[in-house]
């Protein structure tokens, strides 16, 4: 079976657009996973003197720094102030100004330190533990920046910045409400700060209020164009409403005022996803990791991209990197399982599959993955109680109802893969993998106009995929399109060189025409690519007969029946070409083990029926034949022996009408126009018995060589022309 790669991108990797929590104190409850929220970092104000009147020696070089810093000279203030700091560590205002610039810098950590210090030397600056709050807050304590935030408002209600903080601390733990609330004070605090206009638009943004969080944004940065956290919530804002364009204008304009800040390169990196530019999205997550690689989800969300570039290994060794760090987040083995799917690790997928339902027991996109990979293992009853488990959960999911679709058509539930295919289509008109699949439910109902129309609908939707190709051609071969047949057929091919099953469709296709020679290419470069691949052998069996090349016709067989052993067909065919060497006893045992391995072959009944016209009487002959045409009226072989057989018994006007019944099927068979030529003559129409004589001779017939017995060697029906594939994963 040809099987193609599942591209159901849009099921399988959330593009996930906030941090995870990973400190102690601080771990997200995965049950309230939210996938809008968006890591932000809460920008302070510049610093200010706060009461200081007089000015001394001690304290010039220290509002040098701070000169420096709201410059954006930021290591030279550190320089400063740890010189000062040398000097004389009891400085609070030194600490203060050293633990903000530290913050600016994202040196997180070091700022804590410091503000430590200068909390520990002045414990009544409010404005020192917002601050402190801030720089936990980059460190994901964000409990510990709301108590720093509760302190710093008890101690100086009016300290807008604190509320602002707060609010951030609150936005990231999921309290949005109280977030609103906190950004509502620090407005009426100072409604001309840039961030408490940022603040609100973070608290908007999380909210799922998009368009006032970019109005908020907007007004954030009108007041501060450099104000780079409202470019990232701005941009991340965009990106939730699909205009990503913009949405990266910010982010580049974040990453230019803020190369450190993660959560930018990260948020582009989605807007760059979502536009389809994986490599531009695994790029920016790159970046994000190497700006801090603590956090899990730049891991998931590189794995993504590169899943999507097709590097599987390096999506799996990234998710891998992503749940040691977050071991119960579910999506990281649920996209690692994507991964595993297309590497055929099957076994690895499912185990990945279910700890994400373990670990989030209503998780339809696990569930539909996990359906998935069972249907890509053969365990086609689990695969389809998996997606009805996933449809219970999303009743409107295409891909599960395409799964199940795919996994009935397997298991021979025709209509209800039909009824599952036409859901899908229902949902998603553009998923030809349902088109393939239903194709296929109608070829084995024996619909073949549906079966073509659907193959056609999935090339026209993806014109690079070889198994609709295949499954038209099989359509065309039953509608009589023969030409049509090989053209598709060659497509495949041209598309897929080793799709096996497009060259035996193609040998079918050239039988048919006759073209013996091409059909024993096909089969035998089948063979290279399958050397076990029984149908090829009986295909080429049949080509070799023929071609009057019996010896090669059975030692094929002879091979089909060693890797087959319950191939009817192959049986059957071997009877036909023992029946040309005269071996009648053993052709008619070889057709009795076909009819008994499967009762409804009606080619078995027919070559039986030739066997018995040189060792039994002619009506059992007549018996077998009328057995094979019961089965398949349109059988060559059944009528041309049961007009040998009536001829015998000298029912010659029955017999002409089996003759006339052989020719409107094969108008080409020059030895029916012979036979009947002889039928004619028998009932006294002699002028028509000469036309029919010339049109055997203008066919290629060869009176001389004419076998009474032999008159009609027909198509044994040995073409494996079933496309035997539902549309591939």
Same mark, same amino acid.
């Given at each position: 079976?040809?099987?193609?790669?599942?591209?159901?991108?849009?099921?399988?990797?959330?593009?996930?657009?906030?941090?995870?929590?990973?400190?102690?104190?601080?771990?997200?409850?995965?049950?309230?996973?939210?996938?809008?929220?968006?890591?932000?970092?809460?920008?302070?104000?510049?610093?200010?003197?706060?009461?200081?009147?007089?000015?001394?020696?001690?304290?010039?070089?220290?509002?040098?720094?701070?000169?420096?810093?709201?410059?954006?000279?930021?290591?030279?203030?550190?320089?400063?102030?740890?010189?000062?700091?040398?000097?004389?560590?009891?400085?609070?205002?030194?600490?203060?100004?050293?633990?903000?610039?530290?913050?600016?810098?994202?040196?997180?950590?070091?700022?804590?330190?410091?503000?430590?210090?200068?909390?520990?030397?002045?414990?009544?600056?409010?404005?020192?533990?917002?601050?402190?709050? %801030?720089?936990?807050? *980059?460190?994901?304590?964000?409990?510990?920046?709301?108590? @720093?935030?509760?302190?710093?408002? %008890?101690?100086?209600? /009016? +300290?807008?910045?604190?509320?602002?903080?707060?609010?951030?601390?609150?936005?990231?733990?999921?309290?949005?409400?109280?977030?609103?609330?906190? +950004?509502?004070?620090?407005?009426?605090?100072?409604?001309?700060?840039?961030?408490?206009?940022?603040?609100?638009?973070?608290?908007?943004?999380?909210?799922?209020?998009?368009?006032?969080?970019?109005?908020?944004?907007?007004?954030?940065?009108?007041?501060?164009?450099?104000?780079?956290?409202?470019?990232?919530?701005?941009?991340?804002?965009?990106?939730?409403?699909?205009?990503?364009?913009?949405?990266?204008?910010?982010?580049?304009? $974040?990453?230019?005022?803020?190369?450190?800040?993660?959560?930018?390169?990260?948020?582009?990196?989605?807007?760059?996803?979502?536009?389809? =530019?994986?490599?531009?999205?695994?790029?920016?997550?790159?970046?994000?990791?190497?700006?801090?690689?603590?956090?899990?989800?730049?891991?998931?969300?590189?794995?993504?991209?590169?899943?999507?570039?097709?590097?599987?290994?390096?999506?799996?060794?990234?998710?891998?990197?992503?749940?040691?760090?977050?071991? /119960?987040?579910?999506?990281?083995?649920?996209?690692?399982?994507?991964?595993?799917?297309?590497?055929?690790?099957?076994?690895?997928?499912?185990?990945?599959?279910?700890?994400?339902?373990?670990?989030?027991?209503?998780?339809?996109?696990?569930?539909?993955?996990?359906?998935?990979?069972?249907?890509?293992?053969?365990?086609? *009853?689990?695969?389809?109680? @998996?997606?009805?488990?996933?449809?219970?959960?999303?009743?409107?999911?295409?891909?599960?109802?395409?799964?199940?679709?795919?996994?009935?058509?397997?298991?021979?539930?025709?209509?209800?893969?039909?009824?599952?295919?036409?859901?899908?289509?229902?949902?998603?008109? /553009?998923?030809?993998?349902?088109?393939?699949?239903?194709?296929?439910?109608?070829?084995?109902?024996?619909?073949?106009?549906?079966?073509?129309?659907?193959?056609?609908?999935?090339?026209?939707?993806?014109?690079?995929?070889?198994?609709?190709?295949?499954?038209?051609?099989?359509?065309?071969?039953?509608?009589? =399109?023969?030409?049509?047949?090989?053209? @598709?057929?060659?497509?495949?091919?041209?598309?897929?060189?080793?799709?096996?099953?497009?060259?035996?469709?193609?040998?079918?296709?050239?039988?048919?025409?006759?073209?013996?020679?091409?059909?024993?290419?096909?089969?035998?470069?089948?063979?290279?690519?399958?050397?076990? $691949?029984?149908?090829?052998?009986?295909?080429?069996?049949?080509?070799?007969?023929?071609?009057?090349?019996?010896?090669?016709?059975?030692?094929?067989?002879?091979?089909?029946?060693?890797?087959?052993?319950?191939?009817?067909?192959?049986?059957?065919?071997?009877?036909? %070409?023992?029946?040309?060497?005269?071996?009648?006893?053993?052709?008619?045992?070889?057709?009795?083990?076909?009819?008994?391995?499967?009762?409804?072959?009606?080619?078995?009944?027919?070559?039986?029926?030739?066997?018995?016209?040189?060792?039994?009487?002619?009506?059992?002959?007549?018996?077998? $034949?009328?057995?094979?045409?019961?089965?398949?009226?349109?059988?060559?072989?059944?009528?041309?022996?049961? +007009?040998?057989?009536?001829?015998?018994?000298?029912?010659?006007?029955?017999?002409?009408?089996?003759?006339?019944?052989?020719?409107?099927?094969?108008?080409?068979?020059?030895?029916?126009?012979?036979?009947?030529?002889?039928?004619?003559? /028998?009932?006294?129409?002699?002028?028509?018995?000469?036309?029919?004589?010339?049109?055997?001779?203008?066919?290629?017939?060869?009176?001389?060589?004419?076998?009474?017995?032999?008159? $009609?060697?027909?198509?044994?029906?040995?073409?494996?022309?079933?496309?035997?594939?539902?549309?591939?994963?």
């Amino acid at each position: 079976m040809q099987r193609l790669k599942y591209t159901a991108t849009s099921l399988l990797f959330s593009l996930l657009l906030c941090a995870p929590m990973h400190k102690a104190d601080a771990q997200p409850k995965m049950e309230k996973f939210d996938p809008s929220l968006v890591q932000s970092r809460t920008q302070v104000k510049p610093l200010v003197d706060q009461g200081r009147q007089e000015s001394n020696s001690e304290f010039e070089p220290v509002d040098s720094a701070k000169d420096l810093i709201r410059k954006g000279n930021l290591p030279e203030a550190v320089e400063i102030l740890s010189k000062v700091l040398a000097l004389s560590n009891n400085n609070a205002e030194a600490y203060k100004a050293r633990g903000y610039a530290y913050f600016r810098m994202w040196e997180a950590q070091k700022a804590v330190d410091d503000f430590n210090k200068a909390i520990e030397l002045d414990p009544n600056d409010a404005l020192c533990y917002a601050r402190r709050g %801030a720089a936990l807050g *980059d460190l994901l304590y964000y409990k510990k920046l709301l108590a @720093d935030c509760n302190k710093a408002i %008890a101690m100086d209600p /009016k +300290c807008a910045e604190a509320y602002c903080i707060r609010a951030h601390g609150y936005n990231e733990i999921g309290k949005h409400d109280l977030a609103h609330k906190d +950004c509502a004070m620090a407005m009426k605090l100072d409604p001309n700060s840039a961030l408490v206009w940022n603040q609100m638009g973070c608290a908007y943004g999380h909210t799922g209020i998009y368009d006032k969080a970019i109005e908020v944004c907007t007004k954030s940065i009108e007041l501060d164009p450099n104000y780079w956290s409202s470019r990232n919530h701005r941009g991340y804002a965009y990106c939730r409403i699909g205009e990503y364009k913009k949405a990266i204008a910010d982010l580049d304009k $974040c990453i230019e005022l803020a190369p450190k800040f993660a959560p930018a390169y990260k948020n582009r990196g989605y807007a760059y996803g979502q536009m389809g =530019n994986y490599r531009k999205m695994a790029e920016d997550s790159d970046k994000a990791i190497q700006v801090d690689p603590t956090i899990p989800l730049y891991w998931g969300n590189r794995g993504f991209a590169y899943g999507q570039l097709g590097e599987y290994q390096k999506c799996i060794d990234d998710c891998t990197v992503a749940i040691s760090r977050q071991p /119960k987040f579910p999506e990281y083995y649920n996209n690692r399982a994507w991964a595993y799917i297309q590497l055929h690790n099957f076994e690895k997928a499912v185990e990945d599959c279910s700890k994400a339902i373990e670990l989030k027991p209503k998780f339809a996109g696990a569930f539909n993955n996990r359906a998935w990979a069972y249907a890509e293992w053969g365990q086609f *009853d689990k695969a389809i109680a @998996d997606a009805t488990a996933c449809l219970d959960l999303q009743p409107k999911m295409a891909q599960a109802l395409r799964t199940r679709g795919y996994c009935y058509a397997r298991t021979g539930k025709y209509k209800e893969a039909i009824a599952d295919s036409t859901a899908a289509l229902k949902l998603d008109p /553009k998923c030809w993998l349902a088109y393939g699949d239903r194709s296929f439910a109608y070829e084995k109902l024996g619909q073949y106009q549906l079966e073509l129309e659907d193959s056609s609908s999935a090339i026209s939707l993806n014109p690079h995929y070889p198994v609709a190709y295949n499954n038209r051609a099989f359509a065309q071969i039953q509608l009589g =399109n023969i030409e049509k047949a090989v053209e @598709d057929t060659s497509k495949a091919i041209e598309l897929a060189p080793n799709f096996a099953l497009a060259y035996l469709n193609r040998a079918s296709a050239f039988e048919r025409q006759k073209k013996f020679d091409r059909q024993i290419e096909d089969c035998s470069k089948v063979i290279e690519i399958d050397p076990k $691949c029984a149908a090829a052998y009986i295909s080429r069996a049949t080509a070799e007969g023929n071609l009057g090349r019996f010896e090669k016709e059975i030692d094929d067989c002879n091979k089909a029946i060693e890797l087959a052993p319950n191939s009817a067909l192959a049986y059957a065919n071997r009877g036909y %070409a023992l029946e040309q060497r005269g071996e009648f006893e053993k052709a008619i045992a070889d057709c009795d083990k076909a009819l008994q391995i499967n009762p409804h072959l009606a080619i078995a009944y027919g070559n039986k029926a030739c066997a018995l016209g040189e060792i039994g009487t002619p009506s059992q002959q007549i018996a077998e $034949c009328e057995k094979a045409l019961k089965l398949d009226p349109n059988l060559i072989s059944a009528y041309a022996n049961r +007009c040998l057989a009536r001829a015998k018994l000298a029912q010659y006007q029955e017999a002409l009408e089996d003759c006339n019944r052989v020719i409107s099927l094969d108008s080409s068979c020059a030895s029916a126009y012979f036979l009947r030529a002889q039928l004619h003559q /028998k009932l006294g129409d002699l002028e028509s018995a000469e036309k029919d004589k010339a049109a055997a001779v203008k066919l290629g017939f060869n009176p001389s060589e004419a076998s009474p017995t032999k008159a $009609c060697r027909v198509q044994v029906g040995s073409s494996i022309v079933s496309s035997g594939s539902v549309a591939g994963h």
